[in-house]
Structures are given as structure tokens and as C-alpha cells.
């Protein structure tokens, strides 16, 4: 059974908007059953979710996985506890190297990530990345893959 729910609400309960939000990806060097291994991160501003989903496949090809957060600055956190009051939302996936128990939420996001390499989302051409946006350079990712530190 799945903990899903789907409710109506008013669209008007909301106070505020952010229009060109900060979007976190995370590539995994994974393995053939598991997400864990290095891992680059990288924010992305100016793009929506879905040029953000298409960037981050493109990344992770050759075997890799990814997740995409929404970073989310907490002003009254950061005023609590200075230094923590930046957080993340995951939206696809999430951190490949934390440790799941079999059989949870988690596992089963964990066995998603793995799955999406062979079935990637397919984005539509008008919310792909625009041409230009520079990838991660492939240098850098065989460095990874090979187990080095980048320079």
C-alpha cells in the first residue's frame, strides 16, 4: 500500500512565490545495485524543474544516477541556528549514499534512481536545457569513475 495521497485545496492558501528558485543535483558514481559512490554536486539557477531533470540525465549517463532538490533558505532557522538554515526538498531521487534499510521508502527511492538509468524521463524538446549550458566536463566525471580525487 502506498503512503501517496491526493487532496483538493484552494490555490489561494499561499503567502509568497519564488520565481527563480535554486535547484541542487547530486551525480552518483553507483554501482550496478547500489546509488552509493562519489558524488558531484551542483546548483542550478535560472532553469526549471524540468530543464534541471534533463541537464542532470545528461550528466549521469554512462551508468551513473542523479537527484534534484529544491534548496530551500530558512531565514528563521539561520536566525536560530546560524549555519543551518539552508535545507533541501528532494523532488527526484535522493542522497545515493545514505544508508536504507530493506523494504523502506528510502530503499524503494533508492531501486527508482537505479531503474531511471535504464528508463530515463523523456523531456520534451521545448523543456530541455537550452543549447549552450555547459556540462559537466567529461574529464572530470572519468576522473570520478576512476575512483580520483578532482583537481
Do not use: K
Not at 527563480?20 to 547530486?26: A, E, G, I, N, T
Not at 532553469?47 to 554512462?62: G, P
Request: hydrophobic share 40%; with cysteine; proline share 6%.
Amino acid at each position: 500500500m502506498s503512503d501517496i495521497s491526493i487532496v483538493p485545496v484552494d490555490e489561494r492558501d499561499c503567502g509568497w512565490e519564488v520565481n527563480s528558485p535554486r535547484f541542487r543535483v547530486y551525480l552518483h558514481g553507483s554501482g550496478e545495485a547500489s546509488t552509493a559512490g562519489w558524488t558531484a554536486t551542483y546548483d542550478v539557477i535560472g532553469a526549471d524543474v524540468l530543464q534541471v531533470l534533463d541537464w542532470a540525465q545528461a550528466q549521469a549517463r554512462d551508468g551513473r544516477t542523479y537527484a534534484v532538490a529544491l534548496v530551500y533558505d530558512d531565514a528563521a532557522q539561520e536566525g536560530s541556528t546560524p549555519g543551518f538554515g539552508r535545507g533541501l526538498v528532494w523532488l527526484v531521487g535522493m542522497d545515493g549514499n545514505d544508508q536504507v534499510s530493506e523494504g523502506s521508502a528510502s530503499a524503494t527511492t533508492q531501486q527508482r534512481m537505479l531503474e531511471r538509468r535504464g528508463a530515463p524521463l523523456i523531456v520534451p524538446t521545448g523543456d530541455r536545457m537550452p543549447r549552450g549550458v555547459a556540462p559537466v566536463s567529461p574529464e572530470l566525471l572519468a576522473e570520478l569513475d576512476a575512483g580520483q580525487q578532482p583537481r
